[in-house]
């Protein structure tokens, strides 16, 4: 049974950082393509980043050499971190194995002004 699991949200003042995880259990990460989205209520989720298997990474304009994902293949986890936050950051964050789809349940970014 696949599941992904995301941690890390919270509320955080503007400017800030955090560091999102995403760890997966049934499915091995650094054998797949995940992705990184956020959703705000009354939008579909948006791309912000994402890292193939072979740890490439490609980011959101919006969010280009702010956020940084990596990959810890021992902890089968891959990280967002997200540095100098904008109120527009906040919302739920999900990751996904972008292949086959599956979704994590998403964690809550506030980000107070």
């Known amino acids: 049974q696949v599941q992904l699991v995301e941690s890390g949200g919270g509320l955080v003042q503007a400017g800030g950082s955090l560091n999102l995880s995403c760890t997966g259990s049934?499915?091995?990460?650094?054998?797949?393509?995940i992705g990184w989205y956020r959703q705000v209520p009354g939008k579909e989720r948006g791309y912000v980043g994402g890292i193939s298997s072979g740890g490439i990474t490609t980011y959101a304009d919006s969010v280009k050499g702010r956020f940084i994902i990596s990959r810890d293949n021992a902890k089968n986890t891959v990280y967002l971190q997200m540095n100098s936050l904008k109120s527009e950051d906040a919302g739920v964050y999900y990751c996904q194995d972008i292949p086959r789809g599956y979704w994590g349940q998403g964690t809550q970014v506030t980000v107070s002004s």
């Open positions: 049934g499915i091995t990460l650094s054998l797949t393509a």
